[in-house]
């Protein structure tokens, strides 16, 4: 089960993409024909003609959007920025989220600057996803959310990809190059290495000196089955020493635990080292550096290790692996602060699951708007009868939450910290802020993964 979306619906053909997602959504309408609710601002229509049909919207998303995975790879690929010197540990919660690029223009009557700062930096989260929002939630909620959007102003952010598509992502990289296995016997090998990169914390922050796993931040996800005997060997391209620990696991050989002086010795610049041991235990795990591990897992070396059980007593429909941490770049969600943090989509009737993993220094109170989440298992273990519902569910450092969530009305949703400094300041929101999006459709999720994977 990949990431967002099944990952058969996300390698059409850019112009399959476009013409299949229109016989999804119904024939297109051009949105100057949409209907104007009583009380609603006149410039609608004006915004209407100004931009694309649903079936043009999706054509010049798919075709805007060709090269984001070239990108991603290449943005992702190791890098000659140089990385901070051993020991020089990140800011700790600087703030990702400070103001850049800000708006210019009138200010509304009534509002101050931060009002059209915080409605610069959602308008950037939409981008030029806005026009199809009319063919998914209809023309009353539309009309509702280019009004909200002050979208009669024909601002830049229209014509753009979302910043979320803007930069590498862990779900692009997980379903369109999952890190697979190859095999030797009856073993799994998996070949990593550990890199110095820069990472993109939005679209307009230039890159930061960071640290991952084969060019990436959060690596890339690592996933077996329980029972597998698995081999993991990682190529050290620091300048440094290093450790990788595999957190969550229980090993019966205690020598393959990657904590150097106390299991090994540290990994260094240019050595290749394996861990190797059967995945007994299941659930949500993580790998990480045992090694100045304040630095560099705060620098980036993190990411997620998956134990699917044999027979799995949760289902889901979509999953959405969500790792957080508080050191690079301030307060991130997989390695990108607001509004460059991928939403968690979903279509009505389908059900999502969440697994929340925290690699940072703090506690974190994930909260869910308008929804529950059903907390299925902690630390990788299920909680069976245990299960408890909640609407915000603070995970400590280290720990791991599986939560599922049962999508039954469409809506755009807020997901975010509840730690407020976290999330939102003078600039608008930042940092550790998504949302889950519930369209009345698969097709319509179909629709947006195609949009910003094409």
């Known amino acids: 089960m990949g990431p967002l979306a099944d990952a058969g619906t996300l390698t059409t053909a850019v112009d399959v993409a476009a013409d299949g997602v229109e016989s999804q959504l119904g024939a297109a309408r051009p949105l100057a024909a949409v209907a104007v609710p009583p009380g609603s601002p006149d410039p609608l229509a004006r915004f209407a003609t100004n931009v694309l049909s649903r079936r043009g919207f999706l054509r010049g998303a798919t075709f805007a959007g060709v090269g984001l995975v070239g990108a991603g790879v290449a943005a992702c690929a190791p890098n000659l920025v140089p990385s901070r010197p051993p020991g020089a540990s990140p800011t700790i919660g600087a703030p990702s989220g400070a103001a850049s690029h800000a708006p210019t223009g009138p200010i509304p009557s009534g509002w101050t600057e931060h009002d059209v700062t915080a409605r610069h930096v959602v308008r950037r989260y939409i981008g030029n996803l806005a026009p199809a929002l009319e063919g998914i939630y209809g023309n009353v909620a539309f009309a509702k959310l280019i009004d909200i959007l002050g979208a009669a102003d024909g601002y830049p952010e229209l014509g753009m990809k979302p910043a979320f598509a803007q930069v590498p992502q862990l779900f692009l990289n997980d379903v369109l190059q999952p890190l697979t296995p190859q095999m030797d016997g009856d073993v799994k090998v998996f070949r990593l290495t550990i890199d110095e990169i820069a990472q993109r914390i939005d679209e307009l922050k230039d890159p930061i000196a960071a640290l991952g796993y084969n060019g990436q931040a959060p690596g890339p996800t690592i996933r077996v089955t329980e029972g597998d005997k698995v081999r993991a060997i990682f190529t050290n391209n620091l300048k440094e020493t290093t450790g990788v620990h595999f957190h969550g696991v229980e090993f019966d050989d205690f020598f393959q635990d990657g904590v150097p002086f106390v299991t090994q010795k540290p990994i260094t610049p240019g050595e290749t080292y394996s861990y190797e041991f059967t995945a007994k235990n299941i659930g949500s795990l993580m790998y990480h550096s045992h090694h100045n591990a304040t630095d560099q897992v705060g620098r980036g070396l993190l990411g997620a290790f998956i134990v699917e059980p ?71 273990h299920a909680l069976g009868s245990a299960a408890f519902a909640c609407d915000t569910l603070g995970v400590n450092p280290g720990e791991r939450f599986d939560v599922v969530i049962k999508a039954d009305r469409p809506g755009v949703w807020a997901f975010h910290c509840h730690i407020l400094p976290h999330v939102e300041g003078l600039a608008g929101m930042f940092g550790m802020v998504s949302t889950l999006i519930v369209v009345p459709e698969k097709a319509h999720v179909d629709a947006i993964v195609n949009a910003i994977v094409s």
Do not use: C, Q
């Open 310 to 380: 044999k027979v799995n007593p949760v289902t889901y429909d979509r999953e959405y692996v969500w790792i957080s941490n508080d050191a690079l770049g301030g307060f991130t969600i997989n390695g990108h602060g607001f509004p460059a943090v991928v939403p968690v989509l979903a279509a009505a009737g389908e059900s999502v699951l969440i697994r929340f993993m925290n690699e940072g220094v703090m506690m974190h109170p994930w909260h869910l708007h308008g929804y529950a989440m059903n907390v299925v298992a902690r630390d990788g």
